[in-house]
């Protein structure tokens, strides 16, 4: 146990100190969150990463927009998205948007899953540590709001020309934007206070 | 007032769990998650200039290329992401121009700039405006992955307009280089550590 702590933006040395519930500790030389209360509400952050689940399936395997002219439909969502620009070159851009919008989201909330439901029977998930600083290096790279932003855009865009409609998967992605971003909350950095679960 | 800084007393933070340690000379894992703790990020400057150099190329021809080839039965046209604002502007959507204009053009310029400014800054171990580059890093880290958004709403349109003969719609090379620049420079804000701000001579906090 260190009894000093460093702020992650600037290096300023703190006294570790006891957090109550929902305190957090701010710099005082840049502002940052230097500490916040270690703790999570195993339960409900769980609650949370089933419902993220569920909801990045019905994005998925539901139309997020649709249009339909003279018999002929078409239909967008993520996975739709990624594979028009399944060409040559561009496939590129496909990686892109696949590690981004499907991928990042989805392996994150598999992992949280997984860490929890050992949390939750007070044990270390196996791969605990792996887990955690993968957790970290995905979290820049996970960026399903801005595919909600851009399906937003796509309408106003079409709609002037064409029948566009939106299907069930675009209320999925709006729920699962708002819940990744609550899940979002609980830190990472305070799930390694689950470590000492299953060691004593 | 100088407040002690965790360097001074040799310690330091995992960047990725938290854990404070003694750092030393020889390299040091992480008791906690097994990574490699540094006092700081190595190369740091090097790196995080590297990927802005390689942003800023990769932004010529992602503005020049074509981003998108649309073919209806007026006729077919290849657009650019600026061609793009143009068309949203004179159909009278300028809120939506102004969306795609900040998400595809300021905030890259945004970042270049701030990037740029940064890296000047910490070389010459400036203490100036300190408090203020902090929080501009914060913002460069938190604006960076919205430029995707011209990315997906090409994606989107180019897999909805796929109605044969009425219209239809591909993806053009521009796109792969405006990816490019979106990847460069989350790379340039993710290879920079921000402690450098508040390295060199301990100003005014």
Known sequence: MSQINACRECDTAYADVELARDELARCRACHAVVARHAHTDVDKALAIAIACLILFFIANLTPVLGIEVAGTRTEANIWEAVLSMDNGWIALSAGVLAVTMLLAPFIQVVLVIWLLTFARFSRRAPGFAHILALLHVLRPWSMTEVFLLGALVAIVKLSSFLPISTGPGVWALGALTVLLAVLGRFEPSSWWALERLGET | ?205
């Open chain 2, 1 to 205: 007032m100088a407040l002690p800084r965790a360097i001074d007393l040799g310690l330091t933070k995992c960047r990725v769990c938290g854990l404070v340690a003694a750092a030393g000379p020889d390299e040091v894992h992480c008791a906690r998650c097994n990574h490699l703790v540094t006092v700081r990020m190595p190369a740091s400057a090097e790196k995080t200039l590297a990927w802005l150099i390689t942003g800023i190329i990769l932004y010529f021809p992602a503005n020049i290329l074509p981003v998108m080839h649309t073919s209806t039965v007026t006729g077919h046209e290849d657009s650019t992401i600026i061609g793009g604002i143009i068309e949203f502007l004179r159909s009278g959507s300028w809120d939506i121009a102004a969306l795609i204009f900040i998400a595809s053009v300021a905030v890259p310029v945004t970042k270049f700039l701030a990037i740029g400014l940064l890296l000047w800054t910490v070389r010459r171990r400036s203490v100036w405006a300190r408090h203020e580059r902090a929080k501009l890093y914060k913002v460069v880290e938190f604006i960076g992955y919205w430029s995707m958004l011209d990315v997906v709403v090409v994606a989107i349109t180019c897999s909805l307009l796929q109605l044969k003969t009425l219209a239809s719609a591909e993806p053009r090379l521009g796109i792969v280089f405006f990816c490019g620049v979106v990847v460069s420079t989350m790379m340039a804000a993710l290879s920079f550590d921000p402690r450098l701000i508040w390295d060199g001579p301990a100003g005014a906090t």
